[in-house]
């Protein structure tokens, strides 16, 4: 989106936590209350290829979001998300299971001969429990169905990316390959 954060105030960014997608997004959006800032659109990810995202999906940095519905095919026109691994649970801080995260990886290609990429998908629902107690709570509504919307968080990984950040400093040290060209007074 080349507007993607017209919502929020100047400076601000997004990059929310695992517990802050589930519980300050998801569940609002399952449970059909507004969200604040509306920023995360809705977004059939399935026709589009990873590349594409730019432009339909909300951009900070190099990652996409957005809400899709729940379902099987993970198929787009020129590949398939593959699963990896099983669910992780998502929790608050106080240690409540609130949410379940699973990862994809994006092969191009026929399912399963496909050519893997660096594209990842980190997709989060609602726990069962969590879905079944707040829905219990809301008197006088009909049953939401919370196992029908995801919200995605999608990014291409780098070849040399092992997971972790290196602060400002590392940085710097790693840069000095050579102590031999470092003159120390004497």
Known sequence: MADNNVNLPPG???YPT???LVVHFLHR???LLPCNPDVIPDLDLY????WELDGKALAEGNQWYFFSRRTQNRVTGNGYWKPLGGDEPVTTSAS???GLKKYYMFYTGEPPAGIKTN???QEYRLSD???SSRSSK???HPKTDYSKWVVCRVYERDDDDDGTELSCLDEVFLSLDDLDEINFPN
């Open 12 to 14: 601000f960014r997004f």
């Open 29 to 31: 959006k399952a449970a």
């Open 96 to 98: 409540k299971r609130v």
């Open 18 to 20: 695992d517990e802050e």
């Open 129 to 131: 429990t969590a879905s």
């Open 47 to 50: 026709p589009y290829d990873p």
């Open 138 to 140: 809301r008197k006088g």
């Open 119 to 121: 594209w990842i998908m």
